[in-house]
Each structure stands twice: as C-alpha cells, then as structure tokens.
C-alpha cells in the first residue's frame, strides 16, 4: 500500500526559523572562566610574599631620559625635572595622583613613610586630571611631608603617560626613567622597587 506523503510545511521549506547558536553558552563560560583566572593571577602577584621586582615589566618609558617638565607646587614654588637633577642630583620617586582616586589616598602614607626613612631619594608628588581645590583639600587632609603639585596644563599627561591612577615613575639619579609602576603598591613592594631600581 502507497502511503500518503504530506507536503511540506511553509516552516520546514523557510530558511527564516533562526538557528540557536550551538557554542554560544560554552563560550560565555570559558571567557568569564579565563577572566577569573587573570585576576587571581594578578591578586596574587600583588601579593608581597615572594615579591620580584625584576619580573614585573619596567613600562615603555624605561631606559629612557626624563621628560622635563615644570609645576606649581602647592606652596607656591615650581617644581622643574631638569633643575631637580642639576641641583639636588637624588633619584626621584614621582606618584600622580587624584583627590577622587581611592587607591591613592590608601599608598600616599606609605610613600611618606618610605620618604621619610630614605632622605637619599626624592619623594614628589603631582595632581592629574583634578581640580586645583579639590586637589588642595585632599593635600591637606593627607598630610604627606614629601611636596606636592597640581598639573593644571596637563604638562605630564603629555610627556608621561598613564592608563590610570595611581601611576608612580621611578627616575635614577642619571634621570633615567627606571620604571613605571602602575596601579597601587603597598610600602612593602615599594621598598622592593627601591631597592631594585634606586638604591
């Protein structure tokens, strides 16, 4: 017996009926998977335990002269790159820093500590992408003894750059850039970079 053939139906004869995505799922999870495992790795690079400064990139600018630059400091005077190694001669530890920036209201007390206790280094510290009142407030409340400024002509945005804050450049007493550290440290891998780099 001839059995009946249905014809087929607008549904299976359309290309329109969308097609699930058969991965779509399984790669969500392995992006956020590979994300997660990032940042542990960095949390744990952070860590001050079985610290390396010599494994931890230098930064584009390494190995490279200061960039001169000249600020206003909060107490009136200027602060010029190019004096600083004609005159005082130190290498420099330079953190930029923001009145907004929660991260660098928690280091600035460290790099006090550690300019207090290493008066052969210059400490400076210089305001970006602030304003020069807030900067003010947030100066005074911090209270570090190292001096600090406001780069209102966005002076080292231009010769130093930066993904974010804070950013801390350390610069032998050759003026040579030795590295860029980017992000928060605590005194103890400061103290590492210091000894790696400066001392």
């Not at 550690?114 to 210059?122: C, E, M, R, S």
Request: proline share 7%.
């Amino acid at each position: 017996m001839d059995q009946e053939v249905s014809p087929p139906t607008a549904a299976s004869d359309s290309h329109e009926v969308p097609l699930r995505p058969r991965f779509g799922r399984l790669t969500a999870i392995f992006i956020v998977v590979i994300i997660g495992g990032l940042l542990v790795i960095s949390a744990l690079d952070n860590e001050t335990q079985g610290f390396e400064p010599g494994s931890v990139p230098r930064g584009a600018l390494a190995r490279q002269a200061a960039p001169n630059i000249s600020i206003t400091m909060l107490d009136g005077t200027t602060f010029s790159m190019a004096e600083h190694f004609e005159s005082d001669g130190r290498p420099l530890v330079m953190n930029l820093w923001a009145s907004w920036c929660i991260p660098c209201r928690e280091e600035m007390p460290a790099f006090d500590e550690l300019a207090i206790a290493n008066p052969d280094i210059a400490f400076v510290g210089f305001a970006v992408d602030d304003q020069r009142n807030a900067s003010e407030e947030f100066a005074a409340e911090i209270g570090v003894s190292y001096p600090l400024g406001v780069d209102e002509e966005r002076a080292i945005a231009a010769r130093y750059p930066y993904v974010g804050l804070p950013t801390t450049y350390l610069i032998d007493a050759d003026g040579i850039i030795s590295r860029q550290i980017q992000g928060q440290v605590s005194k103890e891998q400061l103290d590492a970079y210091l000894d790696f780099d400066l001392r």
